[in-house]
């Protein structure tokens, strides 16, 4: 559960202070699908930054499973996108130098799980979400709707409880977005998922 409480972010310039979100309040339970609509610059990404840690809130209350996030510090934020966010963006984000099996892997190894653990799940994943085959392959070798399968497949192996998708779909074409969009939906059970998107047609299509 994500519980959002008069959450404000001011970013000060020598002429004004510029409020990149102000006073808002959200509840997210699991199984929801949120889709997160506006204009470029509008706060989308802000908000999600926010409410996993990665940027610091100018004021409000976040809560995370019935823990207020004040008493976090770096270290438990770390722990919690390591263990529970997962993240997808839409320029992938994927090492290039590195296979694509290496790519997914990654988040695990980085825990400090066994490697052949950890190859055993990438490769059934691999197969979820129709990359079986290509675990050899460099990820600067794949088409973007491979690449972007690859970064769900990095992002899901943690098993996150919350899935955290900036613009997944901008950097594809409507046919592959539309793939891409249903296995989103096939990892979406149980989990909260928020994406980011300007496309109102996917949203509405989408989220609940």
């Known amino acids: 559960m994500i519980q959002v409480i008069d959450l404000k972010k001011v970013y000060p310039t020598k002429e004004r202070d510029f409020i990149g979100l102000n006073d808002v309040n959200l509840k997210f339970e699991p199984g929801e699908f949120i889709a997160i609509l506006g204009e470029s610059g509008s706060g989308k990404t802000t908000f999600l ?16 499973n019935d823990m207020d996030t004040d008493k976090f ?61 290509v675990e050899d392959k460099l990820a600067s070798e794949l088409s973007g709707g491979q690449r972007q399968r690859v970064a769900i497949a990095r992002t899901i192996i943690i098993n996150p409880t919350i899935i955290l998708a900036d613009e997944p779909t901008g950097a594809l ?18 989990r ?17």
Request: proline share 2%.
């Open 192 to 208: 909260i998922i928020i994406m980011v998107t300007h496309d109102e047609e996917l949203a509405y299509k989408n989220a609940t």
């Open 49 to 64: 930054n926010m409410i996993s840690g990665v940027d610091n809130k100018s004021s409000g209350k976040i809560i995370f």
């Open 73 to 133: 510090n770096d270290s438990k934020w770390r722990e919690i996108r390591n263990q529970e966010i997962g993240f997808i963006f839409q320029r992938f984000n994927l090492i290039d130098h590195l296979t694509v099996m290496e790519n997914v892997v990654l988040p695990l190894i980085l825990t400090g799980s066994d490697n052949v653990v950890a190859r055993e799940i990438a490769k059934r994943l691999l197969k979820e979400v129709n990359l079986e085959g």
């Open 173 to 190: 074409d409507s046919t592959t977005a539309k793939e891409i969009m249903e296995l989103l939906q096939k990892f979406a059970p149980g």
